[in-house]
């Protein structure tokens, strides 16, 4: 047959996981009708017969026979002659349907016909993937390495789709070689153009819930509720859990003997340390729980503000803070908190914004990052401690507490 480019079309589509066949037989009458339209101006008195699963077709058009010399629409109209070329016992007034032959529609227009099929079949199957995968939004997915690229990992899944797992929505320890499985996230699903894009996310604090539902039966049957997940990729994580039932103990059943529920959410999150909390409405006591392991002695809240004062002993001032603030810096927004840390006992402070006259407001920040807002705060460090936790040079925090020191001596 003259259509083979077109059959070997259908066989190409019509067992494609994406499509099914009632689908297809639109997708394939419409490409059709517009290649009509184009060479015969209407498609309106043409019946076309598909049977995709043979990968065969038909087009019959319809015309009434009027006598010759009368023929005023050729698309619409034949004459008298011309239809007992088909049949000998024509006579005026009768429909007559003649076979066209896909040859007759001419060698582009078939060419021209085949990529627009395979186009709106491509763009079938990508709407569909988009729906698909928009679905699963905040969705654990899991899918194996395929290419390794400087800016992102390129993911397939077992029916071929593209998945992409930027670099930083990557744990700062994963390490990847092609033909890992890689768990995470599905962030977020768009359209560029027709083609979906979808971005897988391990930094992300949906991926560690997510990890807790898959991993912690009580969760998985609602028994336990997750009220809010915070991380630092890779570093730290705060969870607050609840549980309607008195009989349960959520921390417990999440944390599990020795860690040894939780463990398998660590190690996948790259021994990211993990808090479990339990959640209270009393906002004074989430904010104690949420400072843990500190021990805190009294908590001053400004609801209007949205702002938390927290007294503790000095000794306790460093659990609170935490290795880089990243203790204080998770609990403020577990709690919803702005917290500041005072030292019981030390009743001259002075804030360290008001040393902005002779330090540098970019140096001032730095401080403050890592929960450290006065200037007693910063003088109860070593310098070399504090070489650590900021990203400050050594001479220039040694320059800062010469400055804060002579401060109280005067």
Not at 21 to 31: F, G, N, P, S
Not at 325 to 339: K, S
Not at 346 to 359: C, H, L, R
């Amino acid at each position: 047959m003259e259509n083979l480019a077109l059959i070997e079309s259908f066989s190409e589509f019509k067992d494609d996981k994406f499509i099914d066949r009632v689908t297809l037989m639109a997708i394939l009458e419409d490409v059709f009708r517009n290649a009509l339209k184009k060479k015969f101006g209407s498609d309106e008195n043409f019946d076309i017969i598909i049977n995709p699963d043979k990968g065969d077709l038909e087009i019959w058009r319809n015309r009434i026979v009027v006598e010759d010399g009368m023929v005023e629409e050729p698309n619409e109209e034949i004459s008298l002659t011309e239809a007992r070329k088909i049949e000998p016992d024509f006579e005026v007034g009768e429909d007559v349907s003649e076979e066209v032959k896909l040859l007759d529609l001419g060698r582009r227009s078939i060419l021209s016909l085949r990529q627009n099929l395979i186009s709106r079949i491509h763009e079938h199957d990508n709407t569909t993937i988009y729906k698909q995968f928009k679905d699963l939004e905040g969705e654990i997915y899991t899918a194996e390495v395929h290419h390794i690229r400087h800016k992102a990992v390129i993911l397939l899944d077992d029916e071929g789709n593209e998945i992409i797992l930027p670099k930083d929505r990557q744990i700062s320890s994963d390490f990847f070689r092609k033909g890992d499985n890689v768990r995470g996230v599905i962030e977020s699903v768009e359209l560029k153009g027709s083609k979906p894009s979808i971005i897988l996310s391990r930094t992300s604090p949906k991926f560690l819930e997510q990890l807790f539902f898959q991993e912690i039966p009580e969760v998985f049957d609602g028994l336990i509720t997750i009220k809010k997940a915070v991380r630092i990729p890779g570093e730290k994580a705060k969870v607050a859990v609840d549980s309607y039932d008195d009989r349960i103990d959520p921390v417990g059943a999440c944390v599990g003997m020795k860690g040894s529920r939780i463990h398998g959410i660590v190690r996948e999150l790259g021994n990211e340390n993990i808090d479990v909390i339990n959640h209270t409405n009393n906002q004074q006591l989430l904010i104690t729980r949420a400072l843990s392991p500190a021990r805190i002695s009294i908590v001053k809240i400004d609801e209007e503000k949205k702002t938390a004062q927290v007294y503790l002993k000095p000794e306790e001032v460093s659990k609170a803070i935490g290795r880089g603030g990243h203790n204080i810096r998770l609990a403020g927004q577990l709690t919803g908190y702005e917290i500041d840390v005072f030292r019981e006992g030390v009743e001259e402070d002075v804030e360290i914004t008001e040393f902005s006259d002779e330090i540098d407001s970019w140096i001032i920040k730095e401080f403050q990052k890592i929960g450290l807002d006065t200037a007693r705060s910063i003088l109860e460090l070593d310098a070399s401690d504090l070489v650590k936790r900021t990203d400050l040079e050594e001479e220039t925090i040694n320059e800062v507490l010469k400055i804060l020191k002579a401060e109280f001596e005067e």
